[in-house]
T-cell receptor, first 116, second 113 residues
Framework: NAGVTQTPKFRVLKTGQSMTLLCAQDMNHEYMYWYRQDPGMGLRLIHYSVGEGTTAKGEVPDGYNVSRLKKQNFLLGLESAAPSQTSVYFC???????????????FGDGTRLSIL | GQQLNQSPQSMFIQEGEDVSMNCTSS?????WLWYKQDPGEGPVLLIALYKAGELTSNGRLTAQFGITRKDSFLNISASIPSDVGIYFC?????????????FGKGTLLTVNP
């Protein structure tokens, strides 16, 4: 059971470079999310998607773009990397609500990104 | 945005001791979730709470949804070394989108064998 898979697991970039982080889920979940985790800050939502072809801004969207061309994939892009974007990035997915109970989010193992 | 106040920030305990941590908010939550993050991995759901006053156990873990809907606690009994990690509370606050979670800043637990 793969669940949520993030690639790459580690990356070092120079300031100004661009890159794309890939998230893939095999659970047929509608919702997908990108978070960043910084020491002492918990998890902060960057962007999210409620379905294929849709994206929305989260708490800290500046400097990032996302795309959800296929239901199972959610891509996070950094157009021009900055040292402040050094962080651990987590992708999560969630199925739609069933009855009155919110479904939990399932997380990948993270991408550790360093910007020099 | 909405904030969750999670405490303590960190705990250093001896193996076998009980642990208690909590989350509070100024806003009402519809659901409380407790996650654990092992070093180098993503958060994993431990317990989900769906109504005020609910008390739920998962092995040595027990969590409760506060009656006011503004707080929750997590207890770990008879801690073992593999309990080490960061524990997060989370939930969608009432009046917000059910599919967006707010996370606490985490409690870092260290267990000395």
């Amino acid at each position: 059971n793969a669940g949520v898979t993030q690639t790459p697991k580690f990356r070092v970039l120079k300031t100004g470079q661009s890159m794309t982080l890939l998230c893939a889920q095999d659970m047929n979940h509608e919702y997908m999310y990108w978070y960043r985790q910084d020491p002492g800050m918990g998890l902060r939502l960057i962007h999210y998607s409620v379905g294929e072809g849709t994206t929305a801004k989260g708490e800290v969207p500046d400097g990032y773009n996302v795309s959800r061309l296929k239901k199972q994939n959610f891509l996070l892009g950094l157009e021009s990397a900055a040292p402040s974007q050094t962080s651990v990035y987590f992708c999560a997915s969630m199925s739609t609500k069933q009855g009155t109970r919110n479904q939990p989010q399932h997380f990948g193992d993270g991408t550790r990104l360093s910007i020099l | 945005g909405q904030q969750l106040n999670q405490s303590p920030q960190s705990m250093f305990i001896q193996e076998g001791e009980d642990v208690s941590m909590n989350c509070t908010s100024s806003s009402i939550f519809n659901t409380w979730l407790w996650y654990k993050q092992d070093p180098g991995e993503g958060p994993v759901l431990l317990i989900a709470l769906y109504k005020a006053g609910e008390l739920t156990s998962n092995g040595r873990l027990t969590a409760q949804f506060g009656i006011t809907r503004k707080d929750s606690f997590l207890n770990i009994s008879a801690s073992i070394p593999s309990d080490v990690g960061i524990y997060f509370c989370a939930g969608p606050f009432s009046g917000g989108s059910n599919y967006k979670l707010t996370f606490g800043k985490g409690t870092l637990l260290t267990v000395n064998p």
